[in-house]
């Protein structure tokens, strides 16, 4: 398969990128809400442990971090200017949409082990949270490198 590139402008990397931005912020803001619904259910204090509750409140903290790292770069687009984009701008809003996945599969991953201990016991919740937190890293950090590592490798 051939392999083609094309270069955009500043303007369209600008508009791909705070597109990208709102398209992944309403998934993390629904799961930002079914976490702070969760300690309201009876069974969150009935059958979590203090250390489970202050795991879901870690996730919690962890998703909102991812909130608002990926909500920063449309903040820095409104007050630096809607009528220029440079280089910079899109340096540093591709690391902060990078840097929000960190935090966000962390607090899912974590959250999945509370749930998880709840519905399969901790025997069965720590391995699967692992295999979940390991398969973000594959999929947010190994996938999108590979197909350049084997670009560069075939010389293109």
Excluded: K
Excluded at 21 to 29: A, H, K, S, T, Y
Excluded at 61 to 81: C, D, E, K, N, S
Excluded at 104 to 109: E, S, V
């Amino acid at each position: 398969m051939e392999h083609r590139e094309e270069h955009v402008s500043l303007a369209e990397a600008a508009s791909y990128l705070l597109d990208e931005c709102r398209m992944v912020l309403p998934g993390i803001q629904a799961l930002f809400g079914f976490q702070l619904i969760a300690v309201f259910n009876a069974r969150f204090a009935q059958e979590l442990s203090e250390g489970e509750q202050h795991a879901h409140l870690l996730a919690v903290f962890l998703v909102a971090i991812a909130i608002a790292l990926i909500m920063t770069p449309a903040a820095l687009h409104r007050q630096l200017g809607v009528d220029r984009v440079t280089t910079t701008f899109i340096s540093v809003s591709t690391r902060l949409l990078l840097a929000s996945m960190v935090p966000l599969a962390f607090g899912i991953a974590l959250d999945f082990q509370v749930v998880a201990r709840l519905l399969a016991g901790p025997a069965v919740a720590l391995p699967l949270s692992l295999v979940l937190l390991g398969f973000f890293g594959f999929l947010w950090g190994v996938v999108p490198r590979w197909r350049a590592l084997r670009r560069f490798l075939a010389g293109d």
